[in-house]
Each structure stands twice: as structure tokens, then as C-alpha cells.
């Protein structure tokens, strides 16, 4: 390295974004994760160890896989490479390929390559790279927000270790947030700046798990909020409503209004008002409500009070569920109106409902009576001596693919449970 990039490299340091700044260096500095870099976790022995497979890391934005990718590099003796695959070329692969060779054959160090967003890459592309990760020219580590096992060559997966990062959650988020306002060093420690609890969790909530929203909206709240009297720079929840462009809304999603109104949202569907539905599945969204939350009541009222009557929306709200927990928001936010709007289109019917709940109140309630004799597994040594599957009129021997026959035990043959038609 020249005077140059030394020069160069420490502007990007002190100049860099408040999210770049605040990446971690060590394991130890790493919020999440624990289910992969826990002390007790494979991933956590191999690094500690220098003992690296290629990997590949998955999850969504602002999760940290560029970071741990960063942290291996820091506490490895690899050389490291991070090429983007979406700006990267058959050029700048050679390129780091070569320099790998020369880093193994010159010095003896193996080099990690890191390719943000590989899935970016074109099969001809991975397969490029295949050669090298085989004979470990290149330890590859991978970072995709969609899942690999659809968008990554099979061959380059059979070579790596897959690691799926989880979003991180609220205490994380928040404590990030605490880390960037009093870190003298990397973060924002130097303004003199506090944040309010009821910003830093409206922060930590609206972010959805996404650390890099959290901290440009904390950079700049600190940078572009005046100092109070006492010189400090107050930040509240105001300030961070308009610098991550939420309007905060009166909304606690462990409080009486999350409850009223997930509840107006199933009664709007089951009453068929449409632009009630929409309106406030709007209102969760904007809160920050959990997008798996509102699909799962989305199914609920399929079931529940569409039921019988268009057994399709059913399945149009569980393809929907699937469908958030594929894309995320914002998109989340069309298949889950989709499905909202079918199901509050769709005509009701709750029989399905109640009559397994009357069933269910019954078994409780009374005796187990005997399965009919006819009703009875019959296919096994033994059974036609008991009786068992003798008489059973088969429906498909008989017109219409039907037969008179009592399927209830004798004791009960005439209670009904299901008397709606759909």
C-alpha cells in the first residue's frame, strides 16, 4: 500500500457512514447471530480457529453479512477481496483470482473472496469460480438476500456451508442504537447527543431488524438536530419519525390498539368491506406491524369465515403467508392486500367453524362409543374373525358413487354436527 491508499483508507475510515463506521472488528463486537456464532457454535470454533470452509451467508437486509464476512477478514490471516456482484465483471474476477494465486504461490496465504449479493452472479459466472474454490486458491464467502438453494449453483453449494442470518430483533437493534450515540471512536459519541427511549424503540421497532436504517436514521438526526440550552442534542421521537420517514402512530403493538385494531381488520373482512380491510392493514403496516402476524389472521379468516362457501381463499391467503416470508417488506404489503381484499370479497360461510367446534365440544363432553364393526380396518390377519370391515358397502360399487350407510356410532347416528350448507 503507498502513501496514497494509506491516505485514502483513513478518509474512508473517519468519512465513511455512521453504518460503515459501526461494523464490527471482532466476533465479540457482533450483535445477533448467536444461533451461528454463539461460543458453543461451529461457525464461532472455525473462525477462532483459522479453519475456514468456503461459505455462503443468507438472510435479509441489514442482518450483518457483510459484517461477519468483515470480522472473518479481521481475525484471520487470509488476505481479503470483496468484489459486488452486481457491479463486478469477468474482468475484475480474473483479476482477484490472480491475485490469489500470487498471494498462495508468493507468500503462502490463502485469500478470501467475498462476493456480496452472488446471486447476481449468471451461472456462467459462478461456474468460473468453481475451479478455484475446488482447489482452495479462493476461499469463497457468499452474501445473498434470497435463498441460495434457488439462485446458487448447485455445485458451488456442495463446496460451501450455508448459514442463514435471522433478522435482528428489537434489543438488538436498540442496542446498536446506544453503541452509535456514545461511541467516541466510530460512532457519534463526539455530538453530544442522547436519544429519548420512546425514539430509540420507535427506532429499533420501524426498522424491521435492518441495522443499516436504524443508524442512517440516527447519523442523521444527530447532524441535523439543533443543540438544546444545555448544549446537547436532544433526539426525539419527532426527530426520528421524519428522518426515517415514518410518521410515528399511535399504535403499541403490546397495548390495547394493536388489539383493536388486528380486531377491526378480521371484522372488516368478515363483514365484506373492502376499503375498511385495506384501511387498516394500512395502519399495521405503517406501525411496523409483523407481516407474518397479519398473514396468519389473514388464513385465520379464511377458515374461519369464508370456510365452505370459496374454499379458494384459503389457499390465496396461505400463498400469500408464504409469499411475505419469501420477499419482505415493502413488497409484502401487495400479496398481503391480495389476500385481504379476496378474502373480504369472498362470500361467507362459517360452518366449517362451528361444526368442529360442536364436535370437538362433544368428544369432550361424552363417552368414546364404538366404531361400527364395518367401519374397522379389515385387511389384517385376524380381523374378518372379529368382524371386523364385514358389511361395509364400498360408495364407488353404487350409482352415483353413493350408498346409504350409517358412519356414526350406533348410539349417536342421528346427532348432527355440520347442518350449514355451504
Known amino acids: 500500500m503507498d502513501l496514497f491508499e494509506y491516505m485514502s483508507e483513513n478518509a474512508k475510515k473517519t468519512e465513511a457512514p455512521l453504518a460503515a463506521r459501526m461494523r464490527p472488528e471482532t466476533l465479540e463486537e457482533m450483535v445477533g447471530q448467536k444461533h451461528i456464532i454463539g461460543e458453543d457454535k461451529m461457525l464461532y470454533r472455525a473462525i477462532k480457529a483459522d479453519k475456514l470452509t468456503s461459505l455462503i451467508f443468507f438472510g435479509p437486509p441489514g442482518s450483518g453479512k457483510t459484517s461477519l464476512a468483515k470480522v472473518i477478514a479481521n481475525t484471520?490471516?487470509?488476505?481479503?477481496?470483496?468484489?459486488?456482484?452486481?457491479?463486478?465483471?469477468?474482468?475484475?474476477?480474473?483479476?482477484?483470482?490472480?491475485?490469489?494465486?500470487?498471494?498462495?504461490?508468493?507468500?503462502?496465504?490463502?485469500?478470501?473472496?467475498?462476493?456480496?449479493?452472488?446471486?447476481?452472479?449468471?451461472?456462467?459466472?459462478?461456474?468460473?469460480?468453481?475451479?478455484?474454490?475446488?482447489?482452495?486458491?479462493?476461499?469463497?464467502?457468499g452474501a445473498t438476500t434470497e435463498n441460495p438453494y434457488f439462485e446458487v449453483n448447485s455445485a458451488l453449494i456442495s463446496r460451501s456451508m450455508v448459514f442463514e442470518l435471522k433478522k435482528l430483533d428489537k434489543n438488538d437493534i436498540e442496542e446498536l442504537i446506544d453503541r452509535a450515540i456514545k461511541d467516541d471512536t466510530k460512532g457519534m459519541g463526539a455530538y453530544n447527543a442522547v436519544i429519548e427511549d420512546d425514539a430509540k424503540e420507535f427506532l429499533a421497532d420501524i426498522s424491521e431488524g435492518d441495522a443499516r436504517s436504524a443508524l442512517n436514521a440516527i447519523e442523521l438526526a444527530v447532524l441535523t438536530t439543533k443543540r438544546n440550552e444545555d448544549g446537547v442534542i436532544d433526539i426525539t421521537l419527532d426527530v426520528i419519525s421524519e428522518c426515517i420517514q415514518?410518521?410515528?402512530?399511535?399504535?403499541?403493538?403490546?397495548?390495547?390498539?394493536?388489539?383493536?385494531?388486528?380486531?377491526?381488520?378480521?371484522?372488516?373482512?368478515?363483514?365484506?368491506?373492502?376499503?375498511?380491510?385495506?384501511?387498516?392493514?394500512?395502519?399495521?403496516?405503517?406501525?411496523?406491524?409483523?407481516?407474518?402476524?397479519?398473514?396468519?389472521?389473514?388464513?385465520?379468516?379464511?377458515?374461519?369465515?369464508?370456510?365452505?362457501?370459496?374454499?379458494?381463499?384459503?389457499?390465496?391467503?396461505?400463498?400469500?403467508?408464504?409469499?411475505?416470508?419469501?420477499?419482505?417488506?415493502?413488497?409484502?404489503?401487495?400479496?398481503?392486500?391480495?389476500?385481504?381484499?379476496?378474502?373480504?370479497?369472498a362470500k361467507k360461510s362459517n360452518s366449517a367453524y362451528l361444526a368442529i367446534n360442536k364436535a370437538l365440544d362433544f368428544v369432550k363432553n361424552n363417552e368414546s362409543y364404538d366404531i361400527p364393526s364395518y367401519l374397522r380396518v379389515g385387511s389384517y390377519s385376524g380381523a374378518k374373525e372379529l368382524g371386523h370391515g364385514i358389511g361395509y358397502k364400498y360408495p364407488h360399487d353404487y350409482p352415483g358413487h353413493f350408498v346409504e350407510q350409517t358412519y356414526l356410532p350406533e348410539e349417536i347416528k342421528n346427532i348432527i354436527f355440520f347442518d350449514e350448507a355451504p
Open 246 to 345: 415514518k410518521r410515528k402512530v399511535r399504535y403499541d403493538k403490546d397495548g390495547d390498539n394493536h388489539y383493536d385494531t388486528i380486531s377491526a381488520f378480521i371484522k372488516s373482512m368478515r363483514g365484506s368491506d373492502e376499503n375498511a380491510t385495506v384501511y387498516y392493514l394500512a395502519r399495521m403496516l405503517n406501525a411496523g406491524e409483523s407481516i407474518e402476524f397479519i398473514a396468519r389472521r389473514i388464513v385465520i379468516c379464511a377458515a374461519e369465515d369464508v370456510g365452505l362457501a370459496d374454499p379458494l381463499a384459503l389457499q390465496v391467503a396461505i400463498s400469500a403467508s408464504r409469499a411475505v416470508r419469501e420477499i419482505g417488506m415493502p413488497e409484502a404489503r401487495i400479496p398481503l392486500s391480495m389476500a385481504a381484499l379476496y378474502v373480504a370479497r
Open 76 to 141: 484471520s490471516n487470509y488476505e481479503f477481496c470483496q468484489i459486488n456482484a452486481t457491479l463486478s465483471g469477468k474482468k475484475d474476477m480474473e483479476k482477484a483470482v490472480n491475485d490469489a494465486k500470487n498471494n498462495l504461490g508468493m507468500y503462502g496465504k490463502r485469500t478470501i473472496l467475498f462476493v456480496d449479493e452472488i446471486h447476481r452472479f449468471n451461472k456462467g459466472q459462478q461456474d468460473f469460480l468453481l475451479p478455484y474454490v475446488e482447489d482452495g486458491t479462493v476461499v469463497l464467502i
